[in-house]
């Protein structure tokens, strides 16, 4: 199983940018779609963005407009460009391969750490 090594959190203020790494253990991007995903407090994990395996990017409606997915296949490397940060973004953001057809319920990957990020003024 593709380990994820998630970096780039950290505390911003609110209209802030990051960005965001994943470095993948495999060479899996061509074979299986890659996702991003944050846990708030106290909340479920929730899908932020995903890749098809293709590279096509797809946002839930939610999540339109202020984020942007994108991937370096040689370097393994899984990115989450961030903007216009508000404090509701305050969550840990962790990624992984999601199962497709299981509605992001299942992963190929083991979880990692994930990298908190933290939007206050």
Not at 47 to 52: Q, S
Not at 68 to 80: A, C, G, H, Q
């Amino acid at each position: 199983q593709a380990h994820f090594a998630e970096s780039g959190g950290g505390l911003v203020q609110p209209g802030d940018s990051l960005r965001l790494s994943c470095v993948v253990s495999e060479t899996i991007f061509n074979r299986y779609m890659m996702a991003w995903y944050r846990q708030a407090p106290g909340k479920q994990r929730e899908v932020v963005a995903w890749l098809t395996a293709g590279g096509t990017p797809i946002y839930p409606d939610s999540m339109k407009g202020r984020f942007i997915i994108s991937r370096d296949v040689p370097e393994k490397t899984l990115y989450l460009q961030m903007n216009s940060l508000k404090p509701e973004d305050t969550a840990v953001y962790y990624c992984n391969a999601p199962v497709p057809g299981t509605r992001h319920s299942q992963m190929y990957g083991i979880w990692g750490s994930g990298t908190q990020v933290t939007v206050s003024s």
